[in-house]
């Protein structure tokens, strides 16, 4: 991506799923044109699979929404659980570059013992968080990213977090993801 900040974003997050929940887990997109919110996709990934990234490349494509938009938005690198979203794959399919975005700094040693330990197909999740690297410190969040360079992720969180330290694709997301699972938001976004 060349040195402009993009502008057209969908920020996708998961629903609150129960731990030991065998059914799909809903997740949600947000299509954001600079501030304005301007659109949704819901669809669903497979809990701890590994359909994340299959599952996003379909919502975007099949939408109207595809061919303006000019950043994928992720609230972490995994829906579902332990359903790690390859984000090499997202990115190539799309074209778009990937902008990972976590209120704090994941322990990685704790994901890496568990997704090599209790998880299926864990050491290949693994390897595609290996390879991201490690998240990097914007302003009040961590991020991790393909396709663009920290100067214009840093430029997309602050233009994005206008009501506190989560962009707002990513805040609004949250909260309607919240309200399918329990009819109303919850927590922090």
Avoid at 160 to 166: C, F, L, S
Wanted: proline share 6%; charged share 20%.
């Amino acid at each position: 991506m060349s040195g402009k900040i993009p502008s057209n974003i969908i920020g996708f997050d998961d629903a609150p799923h129960q731990k030991g929940q065998t059914a799909a887990v809903p997740i949600v997109g947000t299509v954001f044109a600079k501030t304005q919110f301007n659109g949704l996709l819901i669809g669903e990934v497979t809990k701890d699979g590994r359909d994340a990234a299959n599952q996003l490349i379909k919502l975007v494509t099949s939408s109207k929404f595809a061919e303006n938009l000019h950043l994928i938005m992720l609230q972490g690198i995994a829906f579902g659980g332990f359903n790690v979203i390859d984000v090499f794959a997202l990115h190539e399919a799309l074209q778009l570059p990937v902008l990972v975005v976590a209120r704090k700094q994941p322990n990685m040693s704790a994901v890496r013992s568990a997704l090599l330990t209790r998880i299926p197909h864990g050491a290949e999740k693994w390897a595609i968080i290996d390879k991201l690297g490690p998240m990097e410190p914007v302003d009040s969040v961590f991020v991790q990213r393909v396709g663009l360079d920290l100067p214009q992720a840093t430029a997309v969180v602050r233009r994005t977090a206008i009501h506190g330290n989560i962009p707002e694709p990513l805040r609004t997301a949250h909260l309607i993801a919240g309200a399918l699972t329990d009819g109303q938001s919850r927590g922090r976004t």
